[in-house]
């Protein structure tokens, strides 16, 4: 058969390819025996004559062959260049290390009049002197190690394979197979290689496990702590309440957060899980601590209008969003005093804000229709202009990216950086009167979650734009979702019917 005939159904495969990378992959995984009988048999080595070629001129420290050899088969200049950087980098080691200055500078030398003058020669001379001054102070040289290791790395292919370049190229195909599985849900790294890959909607949440009814009213906001283990809800009823997320078994209720005096829209866990933000439209911002359910300190006596908040990485820091056109955002130390604010003409009616979790960006929803990226490390920002008014705003856990809910009926997907030209819609959800709130969610935040104002909940995977699921069981409007962050498959949702539902996979139910 051809060493260049074709394999595969499309025959797409050329099969000395594939035959050599397996002799690739036998060797690396220490078959080496069977390498070597497949080489063999098939008349295919794993090393290309080119790279036995110049092995033998290496260890036989043959460097004019060695040097030739590079010359006569690396036709692009710039890595044939630094091939040659490298040996001739060897050579004068070799030199220095026997104390032969005299020949290490004969090597430059000629290095130097082969490249000619150039960025590449003063390199060379810049190295050489740096070896010569080191062997000089020390009588050694870092610069020492495989050469061979080294020019495996730049030599081109065919000449030389990429390491475990099989491996590499199966573990694509099963990545592929991940994106293109619209239910996949699991951080787990290996998966059968005996059967193409596909997940079932179980995978994601999509039953009722257990109704939370401790609120005496609406609730408007839900979130995972950082860590999973707790959920803090919010409700028009003027309360919080923290719940106890169990590794197996039902919520407990471990606080109900008591001082507010008007409805409670807004909760933020601390980056530490040990301190809870809360929030409201016509209310101060008050700081709890999660361990005792006590208030520690209450926020806002000149703003008491605080429409959202957000921690800082080191959980000492804190943003609020006032609603008030008036009002601005301000920047607290937990003993309340201000660090910074963001006040004047620039700065109107904030609807929502977030901080990025690697706290490099503020983003925020002002003047309804407009999105503001500040970074905080370039003191630069960016706005965005959506057409319709925004509701709410979530950003991913890995701060790439961040979603908001417009009222017309779409949610909208950008990235932080600024490099899409338009963002990616997910539609399918209904939202027209009133705050929905969506949520980053699952394994890799590859899903998102949103409310609706027909008492359902819509899940998408993020490279879809048609919900993937569609859940029911709330009686009134969903105000809000939140993924646990450590439980991919535990989704919680809050309703104008005065419950919160926690979702799971089918055939967990504990309500």
Known sequence: M????SLGPNGLIKRQEFVR????SLFSLGYNKSASLLESESGITCKSS????????IHNFNWDECVKTVMEEINEQQTRNRILFLIYRHRIFEFLRDDDFESALKVLQKRVSRLG????????HNLACGIIATAELDGDSSLQGDLLVELKRLLPTPITLPERRLEHLVELAVTAQWDSCIYHNSNEAAISLYEDHCCSRDQIPNETVQILNNHENEVWFVQFSNNGHYLASSSSDCTAIIWKVPEEGILSLKHILRSHQNSVSFVSWSPDDKMLLTCGNEEVLKLWDVETGICMHTFGDLIPVVS??????????LVCASSDPKKCIYMWDLQGNELEAWRGVRMPKVTDLALTPDGEHLISVCFEKNIRIFNFRTKTERIIKEEHVITSLSVSRDSEFFIINLNSQEIHMHDIAGNWKTPLKY???????????SCFGGANNMFIASGSEDSQIYIWNRRNC???EILSGHLNNVNCVSWNPKRPHMLASASDDQTIRIWGPSGRKNL
């Open 2 to 5: 051809p060493d260049e005939s």
């Open 21 to 24: 990378l397996i002799i690739q």
């Open 50 to 57: 080119q790279l036995k070629l110049l092995e033998s001129h």
């Open 117 to 124: 003058v150039g960025v590449e020669t003063e390199k060379v």
């Open 308 to 317: 959202s908040c957000a921690w800082f990485p080191d959980s000492k820091r």
């Open 427 to 437: 539609m399918g959800h209904k939202q027209g009167k009133y705050v929905i709130r």
């Open 466 to 468: 048609e919900p993937v």
